[in-house]
C-alpha cells in the first residue's frame, strides 16, 4: 500500500522549510516575515497537493510561491509607511568580534537590502539557492535575458553597498565577491 498524501507532504515540508526560510530572509531581511512567508507557501502547497501530479516541480512552485507572498506583503499600505532607508537606519550596528572582526553575513544581509527587490531576488536565487539562469526565469516569470541582466545590475550595485562600508571581499554562495 503506498503512502497517503499526508506523509509525503510532510516529508516534503520538513526538508523545503529551511531553504524557503532562508530564501526569503535573504530577501526580505525579516526572520518573523521570512518564516510566514514559508509558512503561507507551505499552506498553499498542503491545499493543492492532491492535485499534484509532477512532484518535481514542487520546489519551484514554492519557491515563487515566497516571493509572490512576500512582495504582496510588501505592497499593503501598513508597509510602506517605512522607507527603505529607515529600515536600514533601524537596524543595529555590527559590532566587531573578539578579533576585531564584523560579521560579513550581516553586512551581506543589509547590502542586499540596499539594491532592489528583482535584482535581489535574482541574486538570492541564482547564488544562494543555486538555481540556474532558465530555474530562475521560471521562479521569476520573467525572461532569461532579464535574470541575466538583473543579476549583472545586482552585483555591481552590490558591490558599491559593500564597498560602501569597507567590505572588499565577501563570498556569495560558492562564489567570492570582490569590490
Not at 5 to 10: G, I, K, L, T
Not at 140 to 151: A, E, F, I, M, N
Request: net charge positive; with cysteine; charged share 30%.
Amino acid at each position: 500500500m503506498g503512502r497517503s498524501y499526508d506523509e509525503e507532504y510532510v516529508e516534503f515540508a520538513d526538508a523545503a522549510l529551511p531553504r524557503l526560510t532562508r530564501t526569503a530572509y535573504l530577501v526580505c531581511a525579516d526572520r518573523h516575515r521570512a518564516e510566514e512567508a514559508a509558512q503561507q507557501a507551505l499552506i498553499k502547497l498542503y491545499l493543492a497537493w492532491p492535485r499534484v501530479q509532477r512532484r518535481d516541480g514542487l520546489m519551484p512552485y514554492a519557491r515563487r510561491t515566497v516571493l509572490r507572498s512576500l512582495i504582496d506583503e510588501a505592497r499593503r499600505p501598513w508597509r510602506r509607511e517605512l522607507a527603505d532607508s529607515d529600515l536600514l537606519e533601524t537596524l543595529d550596528q555590527p559590532q566587531p568580534d573578539s578579533f576585531g572582526r564584523i560579521d560579513e553575513r550581516l553586512e551581506l544581509v543589509r547590502a542586499l537590502q540596499r539594491i532592489s527587490a528583482r535584482r535581489r531576488a535574482c541574486i538570492v536565487l541564482r547564488y544562494f539557492d543555486d538555481l540556474s539562469v532558465e530555474e530562475t526565469a521560471s521562479v521569476l516569470g520573467c525572461s532569461v535575458g532579464t535574470v541575466k541582466s538583473q543579476t549583472a545590475r545586482g552585483l555591481h550595485d552590490l558591490r558599491v553597498a559593500l564597498e560602501s562600508v569597507g567590505v572588499t571581499r565577501i563570498r556569495i554562495g560558492k562564489e567570492v565577491l570582490a569590490t
